[in-house]
T-cell receptor
């Protein structure tokens, strides 16, 4: 049982480049989340999904897009990367609203 | 003002000490309270989960929730260097899809 898997683990982008971060969970969870974590800022919610085919904006959605075409996958896209998007990105999933979230190991992204 | 307040630390204590970590919150609708531990360059992992008020104990760890004061605590007894990590509190209400997070407290246990 792999849990929550994030791909890639590290990436360096040039300003203006695009990329997609993949989150895959094998626990059949309904709810999935993308966070970014910056020093002293804690976890900030970018986008989330309450089920297959749904997405919603979180606290800091600007510059990011998401899709959840399959229940097990939640994709985070950066269309035109900016240095301000340098961060560690975490994906998480929950089976329902009464339980804890399970996290992936993170993607460390640097935009130069 | 943030919905959840947590002192970012760092908090440095000697090995064997009792550690107290705390979060305060403003939303009285919160019912589910969690403590996560995050080691450097790793994802957060659930440490303790508590529903509503009261205490929960698991080995050296005790979680307390005081809903009347809107205050939660995590106690670590006989602290070990391996407990050095960032501890994040999180909470939610059933009606809310999101978990609301504290900023995390960096804990350092000195051998």
């Amino acid at each position: 049982n792999a849990g929550v898997t994030q791909t890639p683990k590290f990436r360096v982008l040039k300003t203006g480049q695009s990329m997609t971060l993949l989150c895959a969970q094998d626990m059949n969870h309904e709810y999935m989340y993308w966070y970014r974590q910056d020093p002293g800022m804690g976890l900030r919610l970018i986008h989330y999904s309450v089920g297959e085919g749904t997405t919603a904006k979180g606290e800091v959605p600007d510059g990011y897009n998401v899709s959840r075409l399959k229940k097990q996958n939640f994709l985070l896209g950066l269309e035109s990367a900016a240095p301000s998007q340098t961060s560690v990105y975490f994906c998480a999933s929950r089976p329902d609203l009464t339980t804890e979230a399970f996290f992936g190991q993170g993607t460390r992204l640097t935009v130069v | 003002q943030k919905e959840v307040e947590q002192d970012p630390g760092p908090l440095s204590v000697p090995e064997g000490a009792i550690v107290s970590l705390n979060c305060t919150y403003s939303n009285s609708a919160f019912q589910y309270f969690m403590w996560y531990r995050q080691y450097s360059r790793k994802g957060p992992e659930l440490l303790m989960y508590t529903y509503s008020s009261g205490n929960k104990e698991d080995g050296r760890f005790t979680a307390q929730v005081d809903k009347s004061s809107k205050y939660i605590s995590l106690f670590i007894r006989d602290s070990q260097p391996s407990d050095s990590a960032t501890y994040l509190c999180a909470m939610s209400a059933y009606s809310n899809y999101q978990l609301i997070w504290g900023a995390g407290t960096k804990l350092i246990i000195k051998p």
